[in-house]
């Protein structure tokens, strides 16, 4: 509105209300991902910063029929039991032979001991003359 007042159109400035922003701060929010187990309570300017790191944030399962959705445990508990043997089982510290085809476009990898799922991507990337 120009500096006005949409009601009466009086001028008005740029002045900051410093009680106001200690209001707004003080009001917490909580995480986007609760429904999948994150309980953090902060607040509302840190939102977004806390959407983009929360460890609780929904995964997809990495097959293309699967429509499962959900923590990074429950994805994990979900391929060892729906997709036991979609995945190449490997242990850490130990060598693993891998290998992957040139038309294949993915390998799952999933560990053994406490189940962490890992994707390589298999893309060709042209890289100049």
Do not use: W
């Amino acid at each position: 509105m120009r500096n006005r007042c949409p009601s009466c159109m009086t001028p008005i400035g740029y002045s900051r209300c410093r009680a106001i922003e200690k209001v707004l701060e003080s009001v917490k929010v909580t995480c986007q991902n609760t429904k999948y187990g994150c309980k953090e309570a902060f607040s509302y300017s840190m939102k977004q910063k806390h959407g983009k790191a929360c460890l609780f944030a929904p995964c997809s399962c990495p097959l293309p029929d699967c429509n499962f959705e959900g923590s990074s445990e429950e994805l994990s508990a979900h391929f060892g039991n729906v997709h036991k043997y979609s995945a190449t089982r490997f242990l850490y510290d130990r060598l693993a032979p891998i290998t992957l085809g040139v038309s294949e476009k993915f390998l799952i990898l999933r560990e053994e001991t406490d189940g962490s799922l890992f994707i390589l991507h298999n893309k060709v990337e042209n890289l100049g003359m």
